[in-house]
């Protein structure tokens, strides 16, 4: 059995492909691979070549196809973005620049509802006096500001490394300026019990 396996490699055309030198013994052949996969590596460099040329050496335009596509996505983007603005502009381009208070009863009496019903009792007190974990609302000082675009914006926009969150996602802008309305015209100066003390000026 040995013996022929030797004649085997010794005495056909593999002798040929007998690459010259050996691992204790062990040798190996020079075998080309098949010819698919040769074709297909002979693809991949040609489609390299082409795919350079047309895409970075001799490219004539400005700019390249990839930009000039994310910069209609872009424009179209903008425009949906646009329109999404215009079809709701209480929602999408109200900001604090545009407050003012509101003083009708109705309007101040669904800001205190917010109040109670958006857990800001749970840091600011049930009057507003405030508590170990949130500031006064009642007072004259104030950390962030006391006009309306700075409660406005507190309550919208949080002030999270101080421990006051967001509320954007939870209550409308028309919401927020009725409870913003609420603090400084119904709440500030209500001089409840137990009031924390001042913090800001
Ligand atoms: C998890 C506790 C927490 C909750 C809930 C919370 N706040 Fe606050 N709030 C704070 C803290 C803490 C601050 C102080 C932030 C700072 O130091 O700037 C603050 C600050 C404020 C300020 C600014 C006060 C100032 O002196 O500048 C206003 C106004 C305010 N909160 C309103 C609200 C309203 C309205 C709600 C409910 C919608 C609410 N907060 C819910 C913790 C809370």
Not at 117 to 133: I, S, T
């Amino acid at each position: 059995m040995e013996e022929t396996q030797e004649k085997k490699i010794t005495h056909n055309e593999d002798d040929k492909l007998m690459i010259d030198h050996s691992y204790d013994g062990i040798q190996e052949l020079d075998n080309r691979p098949p010819p698919w996969i040769m074709w297909l590596f002979y693809i991949t460099v040609i489609w390299s070549a082409l795919y350079g040329g047309y895409y970075h050496w001799f490219w004539q335009e400005e700019v390249s196809p990839q930009e000039s596509e994310y910069q209609a996505e872009l424009l179209a983007a903008t425009e949906k973005q646009e329109k999404l603005k215009a079809s709701n502009p209480e929602k999408y381009s109200f900001d604090e620049t545009k407050i003012t208070l509101f003083s009708e009863a109705a309007d101040l009496d669904a800001g205190k509802a917010l109040y109670a019903a958006k857990g800001c009792v749970a840091c600011h007190g049930n009057l507003g006096e405030g508590n170990a974990v949130g500031p006064n609302l009642t007072d004259e000082a104030w950390l962030n500001g006391n006009t309306p675009a700075d409660v406005f914006k507190v309550i919208k926009h949080g002030n999270p490394a101080k421990g006051m969150m967001a509320y954007k996602d939870q209550m409308t802008n028309d919401e927020i300026q009725k409870l913003t309305s609420w603090i400084l015209v119904s709440l500030k100066g209500s001089n409840p019990p137990n009031a924390k003390a001042p913090q800001g000026n």
